[in-house]
């Protein structure tokens, strides 16, 4: 599993409301990304990061921020909650010495509801 | 741009029968591709990439640069291959690894 913990795994919220997902690792990885799960779409990039406080976005990173202030950790924030973000949460690290033959692993997702 | 499809959503064979799960890729280099697995709602697993040329669990799959093609085959399906299979590609022209996903086909094997 890479040392990859995901927190929560299940959350249901409110519209409106922010939220925060967790990803730790335990192998100090430079390269760590959020990803999400939709049915008919596959899994889309939300942010990246290639450091501490190094960040960027991803293809579908509209209403989502992310930090990441330690090598360890990586937050995914959706800063006010909409149905249409309802999904499977899934962080991910790209393992490896060198750049092309590495390989991401991922976490065990957080499932997202929100009502 | 990058762009990786899976044209079938669903494909669903009887246990013992052969298995070609379609991925095609549109890439602007040297793709480097893979397929992941993911079992009833566990994470997604790597189950083989194309620069690796091993076999996982008797599949297997050959890059067609001319075809752009990374076709996922299994010469016999078991019940246990049950599961959602995405194919991937990683986007390097952006200086690290990015992966690019199709829209996964769900295998479905039946008794």
């Known amino acids: 599993d890479a040392g990859i913990t995901q927190s929560p795994r299940h959350k249901v919220t409110e519209t409106g409301t922010p939220v925060t997902l967790r990803c730790h690792q335990t192998?100090?990885?430079?390269?760590m990304y959020w990803y999400r799960q939709d049915p008919g779409h596959g899994l889309r990039l939300i942010h990246y990061s290639y450091g501490v406080k190094d960040t960027d976005k991803g293809e579908v990173s509209d209403g989502y921020s992310v930090s990441r202030s330690k090598t360890e950790d990586f937050l995914l924030t959706l800063e006010s909650a909409t149905s249409s973000q309802t999904s499977v949460y899934f962080c991910a690290i790209s393992v490896g010495q060198s750049f092309s033959g590495n390989t991401i692993y991922f976490g065990e997702g957080s499932w997202l509801t929100v009502v | 741009a990058q762009r990786v499809t899976q044209p079938e959503k669903l494909l669903s064979v009887f246990k013992g029968a052969p298995v070609e799960l379609k991925c095609n890729y549109s890439y602007s280099g040297s793709p480097e591709l893979f397929w992941y697995v993911q079992y009833s709602r566990q994470r997604l697993q790597l189950l083989l990439r194309?620069?690796s040329r091993e076999s996982i669990k008797g599949f297997t799959a050959d890059l067609n640069k001319g075809e752009t093609s990374f076709h996922l085959k299994k010469p016999f399906a078991q019940e246990e291959d049950s599961a959602m299979y995405y194919c991937?590609?990683?986007?390097?022209?952006?200086?690290?690894?990015?992966?690019?996903f199709g829209t996964g086909t769900r295998l479905l094997v039946s008794p």
């Open positions: 194309h620069i």
């Open positions: 991937a590609l990683s986007d390097q022209n952006t200086g690290f690894q990015k992966l690019v």
């Open positions: 192998e100090n990885h430079r390269y």
